[in-house]
C-alpha cells in the first residue's frame, strides 16, 4: 500500500469558495491506486442510509484510510483551511453504501456538526442523479455554486452555516462515501453515533423481514 491515501498538498493549494458559505471539493484527493486498495476493503453494505464504522466489517486499507482521516495531519489542514480551531474536538466517522429515492433532499446539516467532509469511492458516474449540489437556497436544487459528481477519490468539505445548503437529485442504488464531521463537542458526537447506530439497527431488522432473494440480491449490490 502507498504511503498515505490523502492528497493534502491538493487540498492545501485548492482555494475556497468563501459566499455563501465556505466550501471546496477536490477531484484528485485520493489516486487511483488508493481508490483500489479501499474499494477492495470497504464494507459490504446492502441498505441505504449511514453506518458507524464500529458497526461495520472492513479490510485493512480500509483501516488505513480511516487512521489517516483521524490524525493530527488531516485534523490541522482541515482547521487551518476554514480558519477553525479544532482542537479537541471530537469527530464522528459513517459510512454509506447506498442510496435511496428519498435521500438527497436539501438541508444544512445539523449545528452541532462545525465541518462536513465526504469522500466517494463510485465508479464513472453517469446518472443526474446522485451528484451532490452546494446551494444558494433552501428550496431549488438548481440555483447552485457548485455540483460534486461522487466519482472514486473526489472529495467535497464545508463549513457548516445557516446557508450551507446541500442536496441531490433523487438516485437509488449503490453510492459509497465515507463522511467525517468535527463536531461541537462530545455529548453531540456521541448523540450523532447514536442516531445513527439506531437507525442502523432498524434497518437491519427491516432486512431480516425480506425475502431471502431480495436480501441476497441486496448484498451483491453493495
Given at each position: 500500500m502507498?504511503s498515505?491515501y490523502?492528497?493534502?498538498?491538493?487540498?492545501?493549494?485548492?482555494p475556497?469558495?468563501?459566499?455563501?458559505?465556505?466550501?471546496?471539493?477536490?477531484?484528485?484527493?485520493?489516486n487511483?491506486?488508493?481508490?483500489?486498495?479501499?474499494?477492495?476493503?470497504y464494507?459490504?453494505?446492502a441498505?441505504?442510509?449511514?453506518?458507524?464504522?464500529?458497526?461495520?466489517?472492513?479490510?485493512?486499507?480500509?483501516?488505513?484510510?480511516l487512521?489517516e482521516?483521524a490524525?493530527?495531519?488531516f485534523?490541522k489542514?482541515?482547521?487551518?483551511?476554514?480558519?477553525?480551531?479544532?482542537?479537541?474536538?471530537?469527530?464522528?466517522?459513517?459510512?454509506?453504501?447506498?442510496?435511496?429515492?428519498?435521500?438527497?433532499?436539501?438541508?444544512?446539516?445539523?449545528e452541532?456538526?462545525?465541518?462536513?467532509?465526504?469522500?466517494?469511492?463510485?465508479?464513472?458516474?453517469?446518472a443526474?442523479?446522485?451528484?451532490?449540489?452546494?446551494?444558494?437556497s433552501?428550496?431549488?436544487?438548481?440555483?447552485?455554486?457548485?455540483?460534486?459528481?461522487?466519482e472514486?477519490?473526489?472529495?467535497v468539505?464545508?463549513?457548516?452555516?445557516?446557508?450551507?445548503?446541500?442536496?441531490?437529485?433523487?438516485?437509488?442504488?449503490?453510492?459509497?462515501?465515507?463522511?467525517?464531521?468535527?463536531?461541537?463537542?462530545?455529548?453531540?458526537a456521541?448523540?450523532?453515533?447514536?442516531?445513527?447506530?439506531?437507525?442502523?439497527?432498524?434497518?437491519?431488522?427491516?432486512?431480516?423481514?425480506?425475502?431471502?432473494?431480495?436480501?441476497?440480491?441486496?448484498?451483491?449490490r453493495?
Open positions: 502507498s498515505s490523502v492528497d493534502l498538498e491538493a487540498f492545501r493549494a485548492t475556497l469558495t468563501r459566499e455563501p458559505f465556505e466550501f471546496l471539493a477536490v477531484p484528485g484527493f485520493l487511483a491506486e488508493a481508490c483500489a486498495e479501499i474499494n477492495r476493503d464494507p459490504k453494505i441498505e441505504s442510509g449511514s453506518f458507524p464504522v464500529a458497526q461495520l466489517a472492513f479490510g485493512p486499507a480500509f483501516q488505513k484510510l487512521d482521516l490524525g493530527e495531519d485534523r489542514a482541515f482547521a487551518d483551511k476554514f480558519a477553525v480551531d479544532l482542537t479537541g474536538r471530537p469527530h464522528t466517522i459513517t459510512v454509506r453504501g447506498r442510496c435511496a429515492a428519498k435521500d438527497g433532499r436539501i438541508h444544512t446539516d445539523t452541532t456538526k462545525l465541518i462536513t467532509v465526504l469522500i466517494y469511492f463510485n465508479d464513472l458516474w453517469e443526474k442523479g446522485g451528484r451532490l449540489r452546494l446551494l444558494r433552501p428550496t431549488d436544487l438548481n440555483d447552485m455554486i457548485g455540483e460534486v459528481s461522487p472514486l477519490g473526489a472529495m468539505a464545508f463549513r457548516r452555516s445557516d446557508k450551507s445548503y446541500h442536496g441531490h437529485d433523487p438516485f437509488e442504488g449503490v453510492r459509497r462515501y465515507v463522511m467525517i464531521n468535527w463536531m461541537t463537542s462530545d455529548a453531540a456521541r448523540r450523532e453515533l447514536f442516531r445513527h447506530r439506531v437507525s442502523a439497527r432498524a434497518k437491519f431488522a427491516l432486512s431480516l423481514l425480506k425475502p431471502r432473494s431480495a436480501r441476497k440480491a441486496g448484498g451483491a453493495a
